[in-house]
């Protein structure tokens, strides 16, 4: 039973962390209309740099988070500014940068740590005890840490200035510049919070679990799957698509294995787009 | 008849684009679809080719029910149609567009084409002399390697019925032909259909250019999906009904 | 009609140079083994030989206006169907490497009916998903595959051990498959292919079924690409599911986009570019990612079409250079 509870939370938990990451993909797809593939390795040098900042230099570790998270976010910045913005609505051009940057990253990463996979001390060692359950802290911490994100962030979208604009930019894009939205700057603080999101997941599941330098691999193809199953430009068919698959991810290990499960989720995936390709709650592109 | 439609309707969720309307086209006619913007005119063209399903009624050619058949059928019964947007392969030149466009006739099978047999390089050969003597029967020879997307809109429309032609279809349905012409190249356009007409094929042509009905040897007027009015050319331009339709009411004026 | 043999006579001019080309090309890599001895640089040879076959076949799909971010996934198809078979099976890999290209082909086919239906920008999606499925379906198979830990022990392709005689294999392997590709472009099939990707509504009313040549291009695509796995699974001697991954399928797309997708010689320069270049330009393995990654950024930003691009592009800048020194002359 516990167990089975243990499982329950670990698959709440990695839901959440999930949707957290795609959201930054969402973002980037819905407001600048691209598919970040590097997405994932942007996951990953987070947690590198809190895990520098915290283990190397001896930071505390949670202002480690916080550089680390300032650090990809001023990244993401750079990155709408020099790269992104000429490979806007041309997946060619997108599968080229993005390689690009990944192949700079990993192999830096590769270079400079070697291949030994480490792991972030834990943010919140211990136990809670409820009732006859105990639950690891820092799971808990994680996941209401992505719960808040998650409110914060419909918050932002419906709520602020900002996030209509984005809003109004990923529906219409000649009519938002017409309107008087600077686009570009709109981009800019969406990649940001992209970046920004992923950094926040990397450093706490690169503490969760283990730092390694293709740990965004896995992470990149979970957050396409719930972004496009999800459909482009919708919040909540995000999160349904995060729940569905992380349901998936944590139910089918306990009787077959990880890859299995991963095969079981995308031949779902695929049947649902065959039949409704823009996912569920989305819109059409292009 | 060749071309008959009984009862067309179709819905765009509870909008009806096109309701119960009723057709004919004699063989070797020219029959004009005219009506204002947003009529319908082509939707029942998609309709005709099977682009869209219609919701309800029948479509029949040449005796043969083709009601929702895939557009590629439809050509290979006969059908050609040109499209008033995007009507062309923009990245092909002038010859390449009509060349590619030989396809059904005369038709190589794959495996001819592949290897390159004597039947295909033949087929091949024919195509583009024949296509050569289109761009010719409609003014574009000059311009034969011009990329299509680079030429003037009215060269582009000129293209778009050479393009048709090549299907040497039985029926060829003219998606507002005249769309964007200048005075000249609206007369040349008209003498191409008709010297078409001479050459057996039957027209049905959508548009909403007036002009064109000195052609057309009868007219259907359409508004809102629906048949308001159909005759001869000249009686129509007396109609109430069709006045009303493009110029409004002027009892509400 | 004088302009009109003018024209042919031009045309069957420049087909004559353009294979005079390609002639002296593969007499040059027939000579590099007697040249070159190291076996590391013949192995980078052979490898982009086999590569360049499955980037032409997989630009021979985009022509068609799809998106197969799955073809990588096909690749693994071919190689693990042809090794499975001759390993376990004790199939002789003259047959299993045909048939590996069919195993590849029928897949494809089974999958190009649904999907074919696709716009382009869903289709891309759904084959990235469908390739993620098919590695991930490699990995659970442990007891046919190997699973994770990689398919080792393949049959050989030829008896012996030395490198050269599988240079020529896969040399003379990529210039019949080149040839028979570029066959398939330049008839009135690609042509039909070439018209879908531009208009779909437009190829559909001169009679050309969009779903039947999507399905065709899709087919052939795919059985070149699973033949060429097969030729590189019984060259390698072992497998990984790590070849035809994710990141495997996006670099089969960069080699061919460095190239550049408008041009038949595309994917081969650009797949011999990058295999190539960043392996004899360093020392240090260690380097060569970011050799490519400058490769990369280099074509990003300068010539975004591709390397084939460039003639286009110098020319371009040399006229624009030529007005403005016309127009400071002028003022």
Known sequence: MELALSALITALLISAMYIVVALGLAFLLSVMGIINFSHGVIYMIAGYICYQLAVVYGLNQWLSLIVSVIVISAFGIFLERYCFRYAVGNLDRMIIISIAIILVLQNAVNITMGGYVRSLPSFAPGTLRIATFSFAIDKLLTFLIGAALLVILIWFTRRTKYGLQMQAIS???????????????????ACAMACGMAAI???????????????????????????ILGGIGSIGGLFFA???????????????????????????IIIILLFRPQGFLGREYH | MLLEINGLTKLFGGLSAVKEFDMYVNKGEIVGLIGPNGAGKTTIFNLITGIDKPT???????????????????AQLGIGRTFQL??????????????????????????????????????????????????????????????????????????GIARALATKPSLSLLDEPLGGMNPDEIEFTIAAIKETQEQGVTILLVEHNMRIMSICQRVVVINFGQKIAEGLPQKLRENKEVIQAYFGDENLA | MCADEKQTASKSNAKIIRLAIYGILVFILALLPLL???????????????????TVSLRTVTISGQYPLAHAAFMGIGAYASAIMAKLMGWPIWLTIPLGGV???????????????????????????FGLGINQLIIVSTKWTGGAGGFTNIPHLLPTTDKVPYYYFTLVFMVLCLGALWRFEYSRIGISLKAIAQSHLVASSVGINEASFRILALSVGCFFVGIAGAVYAHYNFTLSPTCFDITAGLWLFVYALIGGLSSFNGPIVGTALLIIAPQLLSNLKQFVPFISAAILLLVFYVMPQGLVSLPQLLSYWIKERRKKDTLSHAA
């Not at chain 1, 529906?171 to 603080?189: D, F, M, R, T, W």
């Not at chain 1, 997941?201 to 990149?220: E, I, Q, R, T």
């Open chain 1, 171 to 189: 529906q219409e894009l000649e009519g938002a510049a017409l309107l008087g939205i600077n686009v570009h700057q709109i981009s800019a603080i």
């Open chain 3, 36 to 54: 070159i001895k190291s076996p590391y640089v013949i192995h980078v040879f052979i490898t982009t030989f086999i590569y360049i076959v499955a």
């Open chain 2, 56 to 74: 309800k009624g029948k479509v029949i050619f040449n005796g043969q029910d083709i009601t929702g058949k895939r557009p590629h059928v439809c």
């Open chain 3, 103 to 129: 195993a590849a082909m029928a897949i494809g086919a089974f999958i190009a009916y649904p999907f074919a239906r696709l716009r382009a920008f869903y289709y891309a999606m759904v084959s990235l998903f």
């Open chain 1, 242 to 268: 995060g729940l569905l698959i992380g349901s998936l991810d944590a139910v089918v290990p306990l009787f077959s294995s990880g890859a299995m499960g991963q095969v079981i989720a995308l031949a779902v």
């Open chain 2, 86 to 159: 995007n009507p062309l392969f923009p990245n092909f030149t002038v010859s390449e567009n009509v060349e590619a466009s030989f396809f059904l006739h005369p038709q190589s099978s794959l495996l001819d084409i592949y290897f390159n047999t004597f039947t295909y390089r033949r087929n091949e050969a024919l195509i583009k002399e024949q296509s050569l003597s289109i761009l010719q029967l409609v003014g574009l020879l000059h311009l034969e390697n011009e990329l299509a997307k680079n030429l003037p809109h009215g060269y582009q429309k000129m293209l």
């Open chain 1, 201 to 227: 997941a990397g450093c706490l599941m690169g503490a969760l679990f283990n730092l390694s330098a293709f740990m965004g691999d896995n992470m990149l193809i979970k957050s396409l799957e719930l972004v």
